[in-house]
């Protein structure tokens, strides 16, 4: 999954979306057949893309597509598999399996001490993840702080992202750097622990040490971390990126600007070139908010 490391993914429902993604420069496509929410109210529920956009996507670009599954789904996965996906997403916003007969992997997490001494939060995950293990194709996951990106990393995530609360296109890109922020914040935090500490918060986390051991002396995670939610502005990804994050999932609200495949170019290069301000004044300027600004008539 090191390949995809600064680099644009591009969430799309359609070929024509994935075309215009990989002219652009994306390295990488999630096809959806729709978003989540006209999903839930069109079929009840929020289920793994059609194999059929999936097929169609694949024949239409020759970068990576990533297949999206829901949380647990060994079978959804393993039709992915089979249709030759580069890479298979869980996806929290798809209606989650969490039977005790399916191969999965549980995910059991609390964590009360927040950045610097403060109270912090609590979160708790008790979903059902697949066990990667069996499985030839990487696999990419959600976390919403370091203990469940921990967790998700232990059960064979080859790749972490934030984790999405909402639909992408109506997602609030400021949880995505509430997140990301807040899992570089732990990762420091681990970092300035002595050997005791760690063992405890390998208790905390559930992990094994070693990988407790490697994320404190490396602070990083050992596998590539891209912010996702809500992003489709170039200026956002450039922050994110400036913070650590190893590239950015592009949300397909980027489709609703008026020149979509500027705007994701715009992304790519943002990504790229966050250290240089000068370029970013320029994308700035040339998208001018929702999207680039009309030419005036008369």
């Given at each position: ?19 215009i ?9 999630i ?23 999936i ?10 597509v ?7 789904h ?19 916003l ?11 992997f549980p995910?059991?997490?609390r ?15 008790d ?14 996951c959600?976390?919403?702080d ?12 080859s ?6 609360t909402?639909?992408e296109?109506?997602?609030d ?23 005791v500490?760690l063992?405890?918060r390998?208790?905390?986390?559930n992990?094994?040490?070693?990988l407790?051991?490697?994320?404190a002396q ?12 809500g ?16 590239g950015?999932?592009?949300?397909s ?13 715009d ?32």
């Amino acid at each position: 999954m090191n390949k995809f490391r600064g680099k644009a993914i591009v969430v799309v429902i359609n070929p024509a979306q994935a075309r215009i993604a990989e002219d652009a420069g994306a390295a990488g496509v999630i096809p959806v057949d729709s978003i989540t929410e006209v999903m839930v109210t069109n079929e009840g529920a929020a289920r793994s893309t059609d194999l059929n956009t999936i097929n169609n996507v694949m024949d239409r670009v020759v970068i990576p597509v990533i297949g999206r599954v829901r949380v647990g789904h060994v079978m959804e996965a393993k039709a992915m598999e089979f249709a030759k996906v580069t890479c298979i997403e869980e996806n929290e916003l798809l209606n989650p399996i969490t039977t005790k007969y399916n191969q999965a992997f549980p995910l059991k997490f609390r964590f009360k001490d927040g950045p610097n001494g403060t109270d912090g939060y609590e979160h708790t995950v008790d979903k059902a993840c697949i066990d990667k293990q069996p499985f030839k194709v990487p696999f990419l996951c959600g976390a919403a702080d370091l203990g469940e990106a921990l967790q998700q990393i232990r059960s064979g995530a080859s790749m972490i992202r934030t984790k999405i609360t909402t639909s992408e296109d109506t997602h609030d890109v400021s949880k995505t750097f509430e997140i990301v922020r807040r899992i570089f914040d732990e990762i420091e935090q681990l970092s300035l622990e002595d050997e005791v500490g760690l063992y405890s918060r390998q208790a905390t986390y559930n992990v094994d040490f070693e990988l407790i051991q490697m994320v404190a002396q490396e602070k990083r995670l050992p596998v590539p971390f891209f912010a996702a939610g809500g992003i489709f502005m170039p200026i956002d990804a450039a922050m994110l990126m400036s913070l650590g994050c190893n590239g950015i999932i592009v949300c397909s609200r980027a489709f609703k600007t008026l020149d979509p495949e500027s705007r994701i170019s715009d992304i790519v290069s943002a990504i790229k070139h966050y250290r240089e301000p000068a370029r970013l004044a320029r994308m700035i300027e040339r998208t001018g908010g929702y999207g680039p600004k009309p030419k005036p008539t008369g």
